[in-house]
């Protein structure tokens, strides 16, 4: 008896393993936020390679893992001094990429391609530019990056633009004003709101994520489409600027839109950057070394990461913590409003067994463990951001 009870528990087992992994398949799985390509440059690799212990990602991994649509993030922050040709040079090495490997991934423009793409399972690659300051204060760079591939924009990074203030730099003015109220400037300009309309028009998606309070509000009653916020979780569960409030999540869920999980750790668990601090000051000469040789600051902690990467590694919340976060959004505002913007390549950490793209897998699995039905983790691992962005290219 105890025997026939193990081969039962052993075939279930089997059973319920291959069943997440074609629930898994069958999804057309969307990474609304990777940053392979600025990790490329910083590390002189080529995403073409094996890139197996040097990045989270390469072209044969997102195979791998499920991926069937990914938009490259395109970032440089805000002391670059040149960020429209630093931002189309980012664009260059993807298509480079895509020239020499026509049969495994394609810069999809219109729905037609896309649709071509997904039948003949190729990956279909699009621009997310992170930060306005990369269109200079010009819409021509707008619509240029437009007819590059770009369908969002990241209205900032952590640094403002003349037309924009960022989460950043509004919750350091609140810091630093006597009664808490914003100084003047906060918020989106006339300009800001013209950047804005032409984003609707073109097909943009309005990303929300990294942007201040002000500016949020501000792009919500200006956008006449559904907004995205691109890699963002939820600020109930790890309060920081660049997580959504609760008001905030109300919003893009009466606008229709999307917020899509960032996995880095200090985003998803409250109790990491005091963990994380550690690590860097014990590793600060290192750093500002990298940093001095002309390593942008952001990939200086990265590169560190890995070197380190035991230590590192005890100071990862577990997968779990970014599940709540998922869990949180979903009771709030439905789970049509959820996706994964992973923000891999671009972060020094994530949570536990997300060690690269490869393990998306896994997140169908602890999905479907919670309760999710099959349709629920069709709309999470991409259904949801297909609607926003059709919404927006109508």
């Known amino acids: 008896m105890r025997i026939l009870l193990s081969l039962l528990l052993l075939c279930s087992t089997v059973l319920y393993g291959q069943n997440y992994q074609k629930v898994h398949r069958k999804a057309v799985m969307v990474d609304s936020h990777n ?6 440059l910083e590390k002189n690799v080529q995403i073409d390679q094996d890139l197996r212990g040097k990045t989270h990602s390469d072209l044969n ?3 791998e893992a499920g991926v069937d649509v990914q938009l490259f993030s395109v970032w440089c922050d805000g002391d670059m001094k040149q960020p429209f040709a630093w931002a189309n040079r980012e664009m260059d090495t993807l298509d480079a990429v895509i020239a020499r490997n026509p049969e495994k991934i394609v810069l999809v423009k219109n729905p037609a391609d896309f649709k071509k793409a997904i039948r003949e399972h190729k990956l279909v690659a699009m621009y997310g530019v992170e930060g306005g ?3 200079e204060d010009d819409l021509n760079k707008l619509q240029h990056f437009y007819n590059r591939g770009a369908r969002y924009m990241t209205l900032t990074w952590n640094n403002s633009t003349q037309w924009a203030s960022s989460a ?3 919750t350091n003015a609140k810091k630093k004003s006597m009664n808490g109220s914003l100084p003047a400037g906060m918020g989106l300009t006339g300009f800001g709101k013209e950047v804005i309309q032409r984003m609707n028009g073109l097909g943009i998606l309005v990303d929300l994520s990294h942007v201040g309070e002000q500016t949020f509000k501000d792009a919500i009653a200006t956008t006449t489409k559904p907004v995205i916020a691109s890699h963002s ?3 109930a569960l790890c309060p920081v600027p660049r997580n959504l409030k609760d008001d905030q999540i109300d919003a893009i869920g009466k606008n229709g839109g999307v917020i899509q999980l960032n996995f880095y750790s200090g985003f998803v668990d409250s109790t990491f950057s005091v963990k994380e601090t550690r690590f860097v000051l014990s590793h600060a000469r290192e750093i500002d070394s990298l940093v001095k040789s002309g390593v942008q600051k952001e990939y200086a902690l990265t590169m560190i990461s890995e070197k380190y990467a035991a230590e590192a590694n005890a100071i990862r919340p577990p997968l779990s913590a970014l599940l709540d976060h998922l869990d949180y959004i979903v009771k709030r505002i439905g789970v049509e409003h959820v996706g994964m913007g992973s923000d891999f390549d671009g972060v020094s950490s ?3 067994q997300l060690d690269d793209v490869t393990a998306y897998p896994l997140i169908t699995k602890a ?3 919670k309760g999710y039905s099959k349709k629920d ?6 259904g949801n951001f297909l609607r926003v962005l059709k919404a927006n290219q109508e």
């Open 35 to 40: 940053d392979i390509l600025t990790a490329s």
């Open 61 to 63: 991994r997102f195979k």
């Open 133 to 135: 300051h990369m269109i």
């Open 168 to 170: 950043w730099d509004e």
């Open 233 to 235: 979780n939820a600020y």
């Open 350 to 352: 994530t949570p536990q």
């Open 367 to 369: 999905l479907l463990e």
């Open 377 to 382: 983790v069709y709309k999470i691992m991409g």
